[in-house]
């Protein structure tokens, strides 16, 4: 697949990200190599491939536990509280 500057621009602007013409050349390049890379990736022969099931990681457990943290504690590493809740800023 090969980018166009207009699609470039259109991810950085995406990003939030302000790219130099030369920034936007360089990754122009370097995302044609990574999907290039995705698409050989793609084309592997699985025939005979077995799959690692959860049973068969070496994983442990996921328990819940009590945490070793009071809420006193946790509220004071937090940068913004409001109301006795940490506070973060709304995802638009």
Known sequence: MQFQDEDIQKLAAL????????????????LTSVLAYVEQVGTVNLDGATSISVDDSRMRVDKPTKSAATQKELLAAAPCVEEGHISVLSVK
Do not use: M, N, V, W
């Not at 990003?15 to 370097?30: G, M």
């Open 15 to 30: 990003s939030r990200i302000t790219l130099t013409p030369h920034e936007c050349e360089k990754f122009r390049d370097q």
